[in-house]
């Protein structure tokens, strides 16, 4: 059975950092990039982060630059993400995805059809 389970998720005080994980079984991710999407109510589900498959490539949305950090273990077929200094708008559903992407040295935060596992999504709550 494939599963990609999250954890990490729960209610944030602002000044400390985040961290996010997805851990991967009946699948192997050495063959795949991973982005992160999150969601917010009315709102389409928007990539802020991926990295490639062989992790040597990293995308971040501008506004995130800076405050968020992605990584990866291929050897423990885990993958984390930092948020560094949450803020109230950060506030929303986090996903982890992943891409079997056919060249180890690329990733989209463009869009996700592409990415065809998914975790179960984990809600992050910033307090003000």
């Known amino acids: 059975q494939l599963q990609f389970v999250e954890s990490g998720g729960g209610l944030v005080r602002p000044g400390e950092t985040l961290t996010l994980s997805c851990a991967a079984s009946?699948?192997?991710?050495?063959?795949?990039?991973i982005g992160w999407f999150r969601q917010v109510p009315g709102k389409e589900r928007e990539g802020f982060s991926c990295?490639?498959?062989?992790?040597?490539?990293?995308k971040y949305e501008d506004s995130m630059k800076g405050r968020v950090t992605i990584s990866r273990n291929n050897a423990n077929n885990t993958v984390s993400l930092q948020l560094k200094s949450p803020k109230p708008e950060d506030t929303a559903v986090y996903y982890c995805?992943?891409?079997?992407?056919?060249?180890?040295?690329?990733?989209?935060?463009?869009?996700?059809?592409?990415?065809?596992?998914w975790g179960q999504g984990t809600q992050v709550t910033v307090f003000s």
């Open positions: 990295i490639s498959r062989n992790g040597y490539r990293t």
């Open positions: 995805a992943a891409d079997r992407a056919p060249y180890p040295d690329i990733c989209t935060i463009d869009g996700y059809g592409r990415y065809g596992h």
């Open positions: 009946g699948f192997t991710l050495d063959y795949y990039a």
